[in-house]
């Protein structure tokens, strides 16, 4: 079955500064989809980026960039510029089979002024 | 452009009464819709999709049981809580096909 790993619990960053959030994954599919969503406090889950499997660039939106290792199964997101605004959990997602979506366990995000 | 609602917004009710939780999709047609179930700083248990009208497809045994009655309403019902049906119920759908998941806004259920 496939999984979704969140290794970082919670992580901080200061107000302009880079963070990177780690996401591994295990599938035996050939084709899927991997998504990093994320939901502040409304707990409104928003989509933050996408990658299809079969792409070998990084998908890039604004200030969210991902680092996509297909081989290594692993699927991180990069913030640049952290904005207060950013503060939130963060969830990697990859899909399974025809339906169905496997959600990670999620990473906080503090952003400090 | 597409939207999704779910109501109620909130909702407490006691142990062993009914639960009927609803979720509508607009300005697309025949989605896919998934319930979910997150607990408190949790990640999303998926517990029901349907890929068309009357399709139902149950991923964790429990006594909630989903209903599709229309090809944009689904439905997550009840017919007695329990204490840990307790948690925020989000509705999602996506358009067939495997792309991205679109979100309501959620319902907390507490009960009590």
């Known amino acids: 079955a496939q999984t979704v790993t969140q290794s970082q619990p919670e992580m901080s960053v200061q107000e302009a500064e880079t963070v990177t959030l780690s996401c591994t994954y295990d599938?035996?599919?050939?084709?899927?989809?991997l998504f990093w969503y994320k939901q502040p406090p409304s707990r409104q889950m928003i989509l933050v980026i996408r990658q299809e499997a079969y792409k070998q660039q990084n998908a890039t939106e604004n200030r969210f960039s991902v680092n996509f290792q297909k081989a290594a199964k692993s699927f991180s997101l990069k913030i640049s510029d952290s904005q207060l605004g950013d503060a939130a959990m963060y969830f990697c997602v990859t899909t399974s089979g025809t339906y169905k979506y496997i959600f990670g366990t999620g990473t906080r995000l503090k952003v400090l002024a | 452009s597409q939207t999704i609602h779910q109501w109620p917004a909130t909702l407490v009710q006691p142990v062993g009464s009914p639960l009927s939780l609803e979720c509508t999709v607009e300005?697309?047609?025949?989605?896919?819709l998934y319930w979910y179930r997150q607990a408190a700083g949790r990640g999303l248990q998926l517990l029901f999709y349907?890929?068309?009208?009357?399709?139902i497809s149950s991923e964790v045994p429990q006594n909630l049981s989903a209903s599709r009655p229309q090809d944009r309403q689904f439905i997550l019902s009840s017919k007695k809580l329990l204490l840990s049906d307790s948690g925020f119920y989000l509705c999602?759908?996506?358009?067939?096909?495997?792309?991205?998941?679109?979100f309501g806004p959620g319902t907390r259920l507490t009960v009590l």
């Open positions: 300005g697309t047609s025949n989605p896919n």
């Open positions: 349907s890929v068309g009208i009357g399709q």
């Open positions: 999602a759908w996506t358009t067939q096909g495997m792309n991205e998941q679109f």
């Open positions: 599938t035996s599919e050939s084709d899927y989809y």
